[in-house]
């Protein structure tokens, strides 16, 4: 089914310009767009810059760009920049982004300012609205985020007012609550469970993901032009950018050739021959982090991006290095038996012992919280580490993840994310 066009109820994946923000096996280009209309000259913010920039397009010195027209009316004209300067002392009565959604074209989306209520449907997107400051204006939550280990991550998320799973909203619940948005799931749920239920009540539905390296610095931005907190995601976009930047830097000269064959595992506990293909954050990581990984090309399973290969498969291409992506473990675990049991599983496995890896020990395991959630440039850090010890030997990514925790989330650090 395909939702309904409404700027008021959208799957918002921040648009990204192929030219500003891509992504590929052996590098990132940690420069993106922010995709808002009034950010004249195509850059990561908007600021005074955007309205030099308009006054060369309607003075015909620059062409204008597809954001150009800051008030949509279909002119660039002093009406644009009188937007653009309402945008930047945060005097706007709302914000217009180009939007990509899931199942419709790219569209563009207008949400109302200000935003001072939000609900918060799942863990990576609570993370990221935690990270840029702006957990005080959460009034609602999924109940994921207070149950089991999380409430260990989000202690001050206890005692607020639930609104159903994240993949099975309570409509009701939310509407009680009078938000002006809802952020949920990219994917997760279904718009007939959300979006239509949630249509002429005037509360916005917000989707994105803060977990693929490639849109999540524009959707961290752009989250904080959305909750006036546009100095603290920037802040949080630098410090995950110092990291990306250096292992970009240091792995540029590193020929394909060279990289090591990697297998990643998307372990679950029936077996261990479920991995990610192109498209996949997992291999995404592992082009960052400078490996090759074998099922690149492969396709299978959710969205075509996590099939499942035959053992003797893997046996036949030799696998210098193993590393899973959903190990046991997070911020709640004291000690690393479960990581540990499975460590022994996969060097063990009558196809996986006969490879490379394996015979050599470089298994490695890691959890979701550092792969798939905003701390993907933790995972990063570690793959980077593993693949190329000699080359990161001053990189510590136990400390890049302890500063994140304690600067960006309030939270000391503990728990166990990584074996061995």
């Not at 009701?172 to 809802?182: K, R, T, Y």
Request: net charge negative; proline share 5%; hydrophobic share 40%.
């Amino acid at each position: 089914m395909k939702m309904k066009r409404s700027s008021e109820f959208v799957m918002l994946l921040i648009a990204l310009c192929a030219s500003s923000c891509a992504i590929c096996s052996s590098s990132l280009a940690f420069s993106y767009t922010l995709n808002i209309f009034g950010n004249a000259n195509m850059d990561d913010a908007i600021n005074e810059s955007d309205i030099a920039y308009l006054e060369d397009v309607i003075a015909g010195r620059s062409p204008a760009t597809e954001l150009s027209d800051a008030n949509l009316d279909g002119i660039v004209d002093g009406k644009d920049i009188e937007q653009v300067e309402r945008l930047i002392d945060g005097t706007g009565e709302q914000l217009t982004l180009k939007a990509y959604t899931i199942y419709e074209e790219l569209m563009n989306v207008t949400i109302p300012m200000p935003v001072e209520r939000i609900v918060v449907l799942n863990l990576a997107c609570a993370e990221s609205v935690r990270g840029i400051k702006a957990q005080d204006k959460i009034v609602g939550v999924g109940s994921s985020l207070v149950e089991g280990a999380n409430r260990d991550f989000f202690p001050e998320m206890i005692d607020l007012p639930t609104v159903g799973k994240w993949s099975e909203p309570d409509i009701e619940a939310i509407i009680s609550l009078n938000p002006d948005i809802v952020i949920a799931d990219l994917r997760t749920p279904d718009p007939e469970k959300l979006e239509d239920k949630l249509e002429g009540t005037g509360i916005t539905v917000v989707r994105m993901g803060f977990t693929y390296p490639d849109y999540s610095s524009s959707e961290i931005m752009a989250l904080g032009y959305i909750l006036d907190r546009k100095d603290d995601a920037r802040e949080l976009n630098s410090f995950a950018g110092k990291y990306s930047d250096l292992i970009e830097e240091r792995l540029s000269s590193i020929a394909e050739s060279e990289r090591p064959r990697v297998y990643p595992i998307y372990y679950t506990s029936a077996d261990l021959w479920k991995t990610g293909s192109n498209g996949s954050i997992v291999d995404m990581l592992c082009g960052l982090a400078g490996g090759e990984n074998i099922a690149h090309d492969l396709t299978g399973g959710t969205g075509g991006m996590y099939p499942t290969v035959d053992p003797e498969w893997v046996v036949g291409e030799n696998p210098q290095i193993i590393f899973t992506w959903s190990s046991p473990g997070g911020y709640s675990l004291a000690n690393d038996s479960a990581m540990r049991e499975l460590w022994t599983k996969i060097v063990q496995a009558p196809e996986l012992s006969r490879v490379d890896a394996a015979k050599d020990e470089r298994v490695h395991l890691m959890t979701t919280e550092i792969t798939s959630r905003p701390r993907w440039f933790v995972g990063l850090s570690y793959l980077a580490k593993w693949f190329y010890p000699e080359k990161f030997l001053d990189l510590d990514p136990e400390a890049i993840h302890k500063e994140y925790l304690e600067r960006f989330q309030g939270l000391e650090y503990q728990g166990i994310f990584v074996y061995p």
